[in-house]
């Protein structure tokens, strides 16, 4: 199996997952394979460049981040006039975008916070680093928060969640998806990852998302994600849906557990509208759904989704 055939083979079986650690993960894959090419020849290097990309793409269909961050890498390739000027760059541009992947983490981690007020009840759902972020830094500046996180079926990455917040300190409590909407009625924010955002401001993300949106909308409880803007989907722009992923049943269910004529369908993400979306948190700043647009067309002609 070659370097970039792993990396996919860890993202598809979620060993690498979370919308931005694939997306940084497909970027270094990018950077590693440009950085150990073995051959000479710039046509040949943009061949079996543009083939690994492929490979990994395939491994996860639904987080756009995934490919903004393998394209990011191939970005001015097909401009360069020499071998190693196009190894250097995708190696460059792999490094460019992890940093810059990491700096905007942090960057909503400080912005998000500022929604947080001292006494929040706080809900999450699954695991988002952006999320966990903004709700770690708003118990690290000393507001007094709870926080209650969903189990998130099938994976269970609210088991990640919860333990990632107890060693941070934070007063925390699982709940299982279907206690939801009941315990919505004690919570005043809710905080998400994303997967995808598309161009009319709809959020992509965990399977169970929609429902915490719907619940909140109901409570008029404040909804606010948080997603770096390479989760925007430059595709959706021109029209495209959101492929969204299904897994395996053996997720759902252990072997013989139900009849073998019982179907089991297991999509693993939903999309909520964005009426639903108080404000989206992102590295430039928090903007509303509605805005997502204007940024996507500033950043196709910046150029920052193009490989040129
Ligand atoms: P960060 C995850 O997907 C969750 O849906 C989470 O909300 C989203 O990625 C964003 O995560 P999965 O890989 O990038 O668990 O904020 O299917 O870490």
Request: with cysteine; glycine share 8%.
């Amino acid at each position: 199996m070659t370097p970039v055939e792993d990396t996919a083979q860890k993202i598809r079986s979620m060993e690498i997952r979370g919308a931005g650690r694939i997306a940084r993960a497909g970027a270094s894959a990018m950077g590693d394979f440009a950085d150990s090419y073995t051959g000479a020849s710039l046509e040949d290097f943009v061949r079996d460049l543009s083939e690994a990309a492929d490979v990994l793409l395939a491994s996860r269909p639904t987080a756009v981040s995934l490919w903004n961050g393998v394209h990011a890498t191939m970005r001015g390739v097909d401009g360069a006039s020499s071998f190693e000027e196009a190894r250097a760059l995708v190696s460059g541009n792999a490094k460019d975008f992890c940093t810059r992947s990491e700096m905007a983490v942090e960057e909503i981690a400080r912005i998000g916070a500022r929604r947080i007020q001292d006494g929040d009840v706080i809900m999450t759902h699954c695991n988002s680093s952006a999320a966990l972020g903004v709700i770690k830094e708003a118990h690290r500046q000393g507001k007094d928060i709870k926080v209650y996180a969903t189990e998130s079926r099938p994976w269970r990455q609210g088991i990640l969640t919860v333990n990632d917040l107890a060693d941070a300190g934070v007063d925390i409590t699982l709940i299982i998806d279907s206690a939801v909407r009941s315990v919505m009625k004690r919570t005043d924010k809710v905080f998400v990852g994303a997967d995808t955002i598309t161009s009319q401001g709809a959020l992509v993300n965990k399977v169970g998302t929609s429902h915490l949106a719907l619940a909140a909308h109901e409570a008029r409880v404040n909804f606010y994600v948080c997603a770096e803007t390479y989760k925007f989907s430059p595709m959706t722009l021109f029209g495209d849906t959101v492929t969204i992923e299904e897994r395996e049943i053996s997720e759902v269910v252990r072997p013989g557990e139900v009849r073998d004529n019982v179907k089991i369908f297991n999509p693993v993400f939903d999309s909520t509208p964005a009426a639903y979306i108080d404000a989206i948190v992102t590295e430039l700043g928090m903007m509303g759904p509605g805005a997502v647009y204007g940024v996507m067309v500033k950043q196709l002609g910046d150029g920052i989704f193009n490989r040129e």
